[in-house]
């Protein structure tokens, strides 16, 4: 039977509203930082798995309004004058949810092994056998659950059949698995870097900044708890229509929020070069200034060396601990300005006296 499309509950328009302005941030994200990627340093595999997390939870926005559109929101009533429509459209609600899942699984598997990347671009050297064995971890999560999840049922059209026909796992119990360690090894790509951050050479501003951004991933583990529990709601042979809406937003709202999480502290080139142009615009105000008390060609020689040592720096670093920027606290420079720093002379002269 085709489908009959089905208006949408005013919770599903909502959320399917929101999902699609996460995913607009997640896009405007992805782009900066592929263009701070090809003006600095290269394109990295972290920067290809971002991309392809991008376009495959673009893939879930369409999968969300299809089930929206197609009854899910709606309780499975038989007293409802829907029914008849809700039932004709539940072997594509359950085509849909079957290929959902493994696009979410997917999508995760790609965030979690750019975010890995990532680090081993970064922090290589002091994390080089922990970066290897979490990525291990998840290329074998995301191909085990994938595995499981096919071949849930015998024969394998059973998933998305209303006949009842053949043999299946406990469906909801595998979920609760992928979701639980889905969550657990969120935590530990969180935690991983902690300690080799805080011991760069940066502002501690800085430091608790790049933290946070890694710390946005937090926002993923509430979501995919708050999802554990909503697994006890869903309830898939009575009325899955009725209770399956808050999984499927809250599915994408954990791939978009992530997906944000793991590109933002790539943007760190375009906040050093906006703070390099404010110290430029403030240099050349304090100069300004200077002018009506000093000589005019000091005041030149000032400005000039001030803009040649910021223009020439140019460059489009890593987060690693060469990029030390740090004025301030135990780690403040010992000297400042443009042209700054401690000389040693080695003009020598030799005489008999």
Request: glycine residues 8%; aromatic residues 12%.
């Amino acid at each position: 039977m085709a489908r009959e499309e089905i208006p949408m509950v005013g919770s599903a328009r909502d959320s399917l509203i929101g999902i699609c302005f996460l995913w607009t941030i997640f896009g405007v994200v992805v782009f900066f930082r592929l263009l701070g990627r090809i003006r600095g340093v290269g394109i990295g595999a972290d920067d290809v798995l971002s991309l392809a997390a991008f376009l495959l939870s673009g893939c879930t926005i369409g999968l969300n309004a299809a089930v929206f559109t197609s009854g899910v929101g709606h309780n499975f009533d038989m007293e409802s004058p829907l029914f008849p429509k809700l039932a004709g459209n539940m072997e594509f609600i359950l085509k849909i949810t079957f290929i959902f899942t493994l696009i979410y699984l997917w999508t995760l598997a790609c965030l979690k092994l750019s975010q890995l990347c990532f680090y081993n671009r970064a922090f290589g050297v002091q994390l080089k056998v922990w970066i290897y064995g979490f990525g291990a971890i998840v290329a074998a999560w995301g191909i085990i659950f994938t595995f499981i999840f096919i071949f849930l049922c015998d024969p394998v059209a059973q998933q998305w059949t209303i006949d009842r026909i053949g043999h299946c796992m406990d469906q909801i119990l595998v979920l609760k698995c992928i979701i639980m360690t889905n969550v657990v090894t969120d935590l530990m790509i969180i935690i991983l870097p902690i300690r080799t951050v805080w011991n760069l050479q940066m502002r501690k501003t800085e430091k608790f900044a790049v933290l946070s951004c890694f710390a946005i991933g937090l926002a993923c583990v509430i979501i995919g708890i708050v999802r554990f529990w909503q697994i006890f709601v869903i309830d898939l042979i009575g009325n899955l229509t009725g209770t399956s809406l808050m999984t499927f937003m809250l599915c994408s709202i954990e791939l978009m929020l992530a997906g944000i999480c793991i590109n933002i502290p790539m943007l760190r080139p375009f906040y050093l070069r906006w703070r390099q142009r404010s110290k430029i615009s403030e240099s050349g105000s304090r100069n300004e200034r200077t002018t009506d008390a000093i000589s005019g060609s000091k005041s030149k020689y000032f400005a000039s060396a001030t803009g040649k040592s910021h223009m020439d720096n140019n460059t489009w670093i890593e987060l690693d601990a060469g990029s030390n920027d740090d004025d301030g606290g135990s780690e403040r420079k010992l000297t400042c300005g443009p042209n700054a720093g401690i000389y040693v002379s080695t003009n020598f002269s030799v005489d008999h006296s």
